[in-house]
C-alpha cells in the first residue's frame, strides 16, 4: 500500500492546493467570495464529470499510463494557475488539474483495493493518503504564497511529474509480471450503491466547504493573520488524516454502515462548538474536531462503494474517490453567495446543519456481502 497511498498523497495534494489559495486570490486579486468559490467550481467539474467514464474504462482495460499522466496533470494545472493572468485562465488550469484528479482516481483505487483485500483498516491507509496530501498543501503553501504571492502555486510542480515518473515504472515492472484482477461473483447492488453515493455527494458538499471557507472565516471574522488562517485549515485537514484512520478501524470493528452515520452525526457538535468560540486561538483545536469527524465515514465509503459493485471495482472507485468526492464543490458558488451577503459565520451554520441529510440517507445503507479477491 505504500506505493498507492504516496501517489494518493501527491495527486490529493494539488486538491488541497485549491483551497489553500483561494484566501490569496481573494486578498492579491480581490476576488469576490463568489468568484473565488468558482475556482472550486472549475476543480469539481474537471474531476466530477469524467469519473463514472474513466471508472469504466478503467474496469475494461489496466491502462498503466492513466494514473501516471493524471498525476501529472492535476500538478501542472494546480501549479500553474497562480501564475495565469486572467480569471479565466486561473479557471481553465484549474479545470485541467481536476481532470488529472478524474484520471488519477478510478485505476488507482482499483488497484489498491487489490492489494488492501477486505480490510477497512488497509483501505483507510489508502484514502489517508490523500487526506495528508490534503492537509500538506496548506501547511507548505501558505508560507510560499505568503511570502512570495500566488504565483508561488508554480514551485509545487516538480513533485507530480516525478511521482508521476516513479509510479509510471512501478506499474510498468508490475504490469510486466502480474495481472491483478477483482473477482467475486457476487452480484452489483446499484440501489444501494445510489443511496451510497448520495450520501458521498451530501458529505462533500460539507467537506469543500470547510476546505474552501475555513481560512477565510479566521481571517474575516476571527480577525486572524493568513498565517494562523492557513494554520487553522492545516490543523483541520490534519484532523481529516486522524479521522481517516479512525473511521477505518471503526469500520472493522463495529460495521461500515454504523461507522458512516457515527461520522455524519458527530460533524454536527463539533461544527457549532468552532462556531461558538469568538478566539482565533482557543478555536484552533475545535477546528482539528471538526476535521476528524468529517472524515471517519471516508475510507469505510470508498470500501463499502466497491462492496456494493463486487464487478466494476473502477466504476466504483471512479464514484467514491471521485465524482461523489467532487461533486460538493458545484455547491460552492452558493455558499459563495450567502458568505458575500452574510458573512463567513452564516456559511457554517449551514454546513452544520448538513449532516442531518447525510444522516437520514445513511440509514438505507446495509452492510455488503462478502466480498472474494483474487490475485492471479
Same mark, same amino acid.
Given at each position: 500500500?505504500?506505493?498507492w497511498?504516496?501517489a494518493?498523497?501527491?495527486?490529493d495534494f494539488?486538491q488541497?492546493?485549491?483551497?489553500?489559495?483561494?484566501p490569496?486570490?481573494?486578498l492579491?486579486r480581490?476576488?469576490?467570495?463568489?468568484?473565488?468559490?468558482?475556482?472550486?467550481?472549475?476543480?469539481t467539474?474537471?474531476s466530477?464529470?469524467p469519473?463514472?467514464?474513466?471508472?469504466a474504462?478503467a474496469?475494461k482495460r489496466?491502462?498503466?499510463?492513466?494514473?501516471?499522466?493524471g498525476?501529472?496533470?492535476a500538478g501542472i494545472?494546480?501549479?500553474?494557475?497562480?501564475v495565469a493572468?486572467?480569471?479565466?485562465?486561473v479557471?481553465?488550469?484549474?479545470l485541467?488539474?481536476?481532470f488529472g484528479?478524474a484520471?488519477?482516481?478510478?485505476?488507482a483505487g482499483?488497484?489498491?483495493r487489490?492489494v488492501?483485500?477486505?480490510s477497512?483498516?488497509?483501505?483507510?491507509?489508502f484514502a489517508?493518503g490523500g487526506?495528508?496530501?490534503?492537509?500538506l498543501?496548506p501547511a507548505l503553501?501558505?508560507?510560499?504564497l505568503?511570502?512570495w504571492?500566488v504565483?508561488?502555486?508554480?514551485v509545487f510542480?516538480p513533485?507530480?511529474v516525478l511521482?508521476?515518473?516513479v509510479l509510471w515504472?512501478?506499474q510498468?515492472r508490475?504490469h510486466a509480471? /502480474?495481472?491483478?484482477a477483482?473477482?467475486?461473483?457476487?452480484?452489483?447492488?446499484?440501489?444501494?450503491?445510489? /443511496?451510497?453515493t448520495?450520501?458521498?455527494?451530501v458529505?462533500?458538499?460539507?467537506?469543500f466547504? $470547510?476546505?474552501?471557507?475555513?481560512?477565510l472565516?479566521?481571517i474575516r471574522?476571527?480577525?486572524?493573520t493568513?498565517?494562523?488562517a492557513?494554520f487553522?485549515?492545516?490543523?483541520?485537514l490534519?484532523g481529516g488524516?486522524?479521522? /481517516?484512520l479512525?473511521?477505518?478501524?471503526?469500520?472493522d470493528?463495529f460495521?461500515m454502515?454504523?461507522t458512516?452515520q $457515527?461520522?455524519?452525526?458527530?460533524?454536527?457538535p463539533?461544527?457549532f462548538a468552532?462556531?461558538a468560540?469568538?478566539s482565533a $486561538?482557543?478555536a484552533l483545536?475545535?477546528?482539528?474536531?471538526?476535521?476528524?469527524?468529517?472524515?471517519?465515514?471516508?475510507a469505510v465509503l470508498?470500501?463499502l462503494?466497491q462492496?456494493?459493485?463486487?464487478?466494476?471495482?473502477?466504476?466504483a472507485?471512479g464514484?467514491?474517490l471521485?465524482?461523489a468526492?467532487?461533486a460538493?464543490?458545484l455547491f460552492?458558488?452558493?455558499?459563495?453567495?450567502i458568505?458575500?451577503?452574510?458573512?463567513?459565520?452564516?456559511?457554517?451554520?449551514?454546513l452544520g446543519?448538513i449532516?442531518l441529510v447525510a444522516?437520514?440517507?445513511? /440509514?438505507?445503507?446495509?452492510e455488503?456481502e462478502p466480498?472474494v479477491?483474487?490475485t492471479?
Open positions: 500500500m505504500r506505493l497511498a504516496t494518493h498523497m501527491v495527486d494539488y488541497g492546493l485549491v483551497p489553500a489559495a483561494v490569496f486570490f481573494v492579491e480581490h476576488y469576490s467570495y463568489t468568484a473565488a468559490s468558482g475556482l472550486a467550481l472549475a476543480a467539474l474537471g466530477a464529470l469519473q463514472i467514464l474513466i471508472g474504462i474496469d489496466r491502462m498503466v499510463w492513466m494514473s501516471p499522466l498525476l501529472a496533470l494545472g494546480a501549479g500553474l494557475s497562480g493572468g486572467t480569471y479565466a485562465a479557471w481553465t488550469l484549474l485541467l488539474s481536476g484528479v484520471m488519477f482516481h478510478p485505476p482499483r488497484d489498491a487489490v488492501a483485500g477486505d477497512a483498516g488497509a483501505m483507510s491507509y489517508a487526506s495528508v496530501g490534503f492537509f498543501a503553501a501558505t508560507p510560499a505568503d511570502a504571492g504565483g508561488a502555486t508554480a510542480i513533485p507530480a511521482m508521476a515518473w515504472r512501478a510498468r508490475v509480471h /502480474t495481472r491483478a477483482m473477482g467475486s461473483g457476487g452480484r452489483d447492488r446499484w440501489g444501494m450503491f445510489g /443511496t451510497l448520495a450520501v458521498e455527494v458529505r462533500s458538499t460539507i467537506s466547504g $470547510i476546505n474552501t471557507f475555513v481560512a472565516y479566521w471574522h476571527l480577525g486572524a493568513s498565517g494562523l492557513g487553522a485549515l492545516t490543523l483541520q490534519v488524516v486522524a479521522g /481517516t479512525l473511521g477505518g478501524r471503526l469500520g470493528r460495521g454502515v454504523r458512516v $457515527i461520522g455524519n452525526l458527530a460533524v454536527i463539533a461544527l468552532m462556531l468560540c469568538q $486561538i482557543a483545536p475545535l477546528v482539528f474536531l471538526v476535521g476528524l469527524a468529517t472524515n471517519i465515514p471516508f470508498v470500501k462503494g462492496d456494493y459493485l463486487p464487478n466494476r471495482p473502477g466504476t472507485a464514484v467514491t471521485g465524482l468526492v467532487s460538493g464543490g460552492m458558488p452558493i455558499l459563495g453567495w458568505a458575500d451577503r452574510h458573512g463567513t459565520p452564516a456559511v457554517f451554520v449551514v446543519l449532516p444522516l437520514a440517507l445513511s /440509514t438505507g445503507l446495509r455488503p466480498l479477491v483474487a492471479t
